[in-house]
Each structure stands twice: as C-alpha cells, then as structure tokens.
C-alpha cells in the first residue's frame, strides 16, 4: 500500500504542476509573445487553453499584416470570443481584404469592435467607400486609422469615418489621390483635436483645403505633406497656427518662400522638419527657422542650392545641442560640408543623409 500511495505521488505533483504552475508562468510569458504563438500555446493543453482565453488583456491585437487570406482571418478571428475587447487591428500590407469581408464583420461582429481604437487598412487597395462605412459602423472608439495608398477611397469614404467615428486623433491618408478639399472640410470640421494627419501624395488637394486644417485642427503634432507641390504661401503661412506641431515634412514643397518659412519658425515646438527640394529656400528662411525653433533634432535641406554656410552657422548657434540628423547633401553653396566640418558644428549628429 505505501508502494502504491509513494507511486501515485510524483504523478499528482506532476498533474498539479501542468494545472497551477504551467499556466501561471505561461501566462506572464504570454505577454511577450506574438500572436501567432500564442494561438499555438492555446493547443498545448485544456488548462492553458483555459489559463489564456480567460485573460482578455492578452487578446487586444489583430495582427494580419503581410498575410494571405486576410479578410476570412479577420472574420473568423472576430467570431471567437477571446477577441470580443479587441483594441487594435493589423492589416497592413495583408493581402484579400475585401468589402465582402467588412460587411460580414459588420453585421456578425460588430459587437468585438465596440473597443476598436487603432485600425491599419495600408495598401489595402480593394477597400472601397463602402468597406469604410462597414467597417466603421462598428467602431465608435476609434482614435487612429490608416488607409495608405488607397485611391479607391474618396470623398464619401471620410464622410463615413467622422460621421461613424467621432474621437479620431490620428489619420493617415497618405496616397490617397481621390481625396479633395471637401474631404478636409469634413475633417477639420469633425476632428478639432487631431494630433496626427498624413497627406502625403494626395494630389486633388489645394490651398482651400489645407488652410481648414490649420484653421480648425489646432493641437496637430504631427503633419506630413510630403510630394505635394501645389500649395502655395497663402497656405504655407498658417502653418504658423500650429503651435504645438513637432514633425513637418514640406518635401518638394516647390512653392514655399523664405517669408513662408519665416512664419513656419513660429512653431517652437518643432523638432523635426523636412525641406527637401523646397527650392526657393535660402539662408533667410533656413536662419529664421534655426532662431525660432531651437529644439530641431531632424533636418533635411537635401537639394537645396540657395542655402550657404550662413544658415550652417545659425543652425549651429541656436540647434546644436539638439540636431542629430543633419542632411546638407546637394547644398552646393555650403563649403562646410565634410562629416568632421559637421561634427565640429554639430558635436551631437548621428545621422549625415536622409535620402540615398
């Protein structure tokens, strides 16, 4: 009998360690892991499988990006009732997300997305309008969408969004070539307190438009209008209302002025700002910003021949405890252009080219 009892030991120990122990510790690791491993933990045993599915802080991310297949993922995930808290979806670069796809998720699975605050549709180029009303139907939390390189999506798409999602802070929009004014009339109306807005390659837009943005949309942090060339000054000068924006990509801003310029620098706040092919600059402008916003980290004037030591020196008086990256490649007016003249300018600089 004690032969028996002294054998049965070791396996009630055993059974009480894969029980108790296991999930406990397999739990604290599970917040380290990708999804894809935590979906194969889920197979390990009953009790993990029940450890993890009952921990809903563990199953706040949807991450398809570069998948195939995607959309049926997407549909088949958000019918599982671990993902009902769902906070954030990837679907970046994924591959057969359809309209189709939004509307199922939309009438089967509306209610896991009542948490939903981030949503990444990039290069999703087979989303219309209407798989932007689907899928933003369901997701009255949401604070940040991304729908890069998209030129399916115009006008009625963005009228769907803030009509849908009324507390957005973050938009990406960069390559939507569909996109006008009236869509940023929609936005500057709706979403006063953006933080963040990408406008990247989205060509129908015109000085009107832009000039609601920074009329309406005062606490923007961050505004990219990289590849746009048609905007003006007119524009240009309004800039100067965003006083608390830190990134500015003006790339190729082909119309931009040193009295433009001059009223960008009134945004102190700015640590980075691109100028790459901004033509028209010279020392002028480049000196006001130096003088106005002393706490650059990031500066591109890649290209720009109007530009000399001058504008070195003044960035070195007021900017050279904070620059790191610096990129002065093609300023043929500038003589002091050598990694150890910079250095000796910029003692903090990292990075000497931005664009290769």
């Not at 087979?126 to 999506?153: H, M, Q």
């Not at 990509?249 to 001059?262: E, F, H, K, Y």
């Not at 002028?284 to 980290?297: D, F, N, P, Y």
Request: hydrophobic letters at 40%; a neutral charge; glycine letters at 4%.
């Amino acid at each position: 009998m004690e032969v028996e009892e002294a054998g049965a030991r070791p396996t009630e120990i055993m059974e009480v360690w894969n029980r108790e122990t296991v999930p406990k510790v397999m739990e604290i690791v599970s917040t380290r892991l990708s999804q894809r491993d935590l979906i194969s933990l889920l197979l390990v045993s009953p009790w993990l499988h029940r450890t993890l599915s009952s921990h809903p802080s563990l199953w706040l991310v949807l991450d398809f990006h570069e998948m195939n297949n995607a959309g049926n993922r997407l549909v088949a995930a958000l019918s599982v009732p671990r993902y009902r808290n769902v906070k954030h979806i990837n679907l970046e670069f994924a591959r057969d997300v359809e309209d189709k796809h939004l509307e199922i998720v939309k009438s089967k699975c509306r209610n896991s997305l009542g948490n939903l605050e981030v949503l990444n549709f990039n290069s999703c180029q087979k989303i219309s309008d209407n798989g932007v009303e689907f899928i933003t139907y369901a997701c009255p939390k949401l604070r940040a969408f991304s729908i890069y390189w998209n030129v399916r999506v115009t006008d009625l798409g963005i009228k769907f969004l803030v009509k849908n999602c009324k507390h957005v802070i973050d938009l990406n929009l960069s390559g939507c070539k569909n996109i006008t004014d009236e869509g940023l009339k929609l936005i500057s109306e709706n979403y006063r307190e953006l933080e963040a807005l990408n406008l990247t390659r989205c060509i129908k837009l015109t000085d009107g438009g832009l000039q609601k943005i920074l009329l309406n949309c005062s606490l923007l942090q961050s505004l990219n209008l990289y590849a746009l060339s048609s905007f003006t000054d007119e524009a240009y000068r309004k800039i100067s209302l965003l006083i608390h924006l830190r990134f500015l990509d003006l790339c190729g801003a082909q119309n931009l002025s040193d009295d433009a310029l001059s009223c960008i620098a009134h945004c102190t706040e700015l640590a980075s700002l691109n100028l790459t092919w901004c033509v028209r600059v010279t020392d002028q402008g480049v000196v006001a910003i130096a003088e106005g916003c002393r706490s650059l980290e990031f500066l591109s004037l890649f290209g720009i021949v109007g530009v000399t030591d001058k504008s070195l020196e003044a960035l070195s008086s007021f900017c050279s405890n904070t620059l790191t990256t610096l990129d002065v490649n093609g300023c043929i007016g500038m003589k002091r252009r050598t990694r150890d003249e910079l250095l000796q300018l910029f003692p903090k600089l990292k990075c000497f080219k931005v664009h290769s």
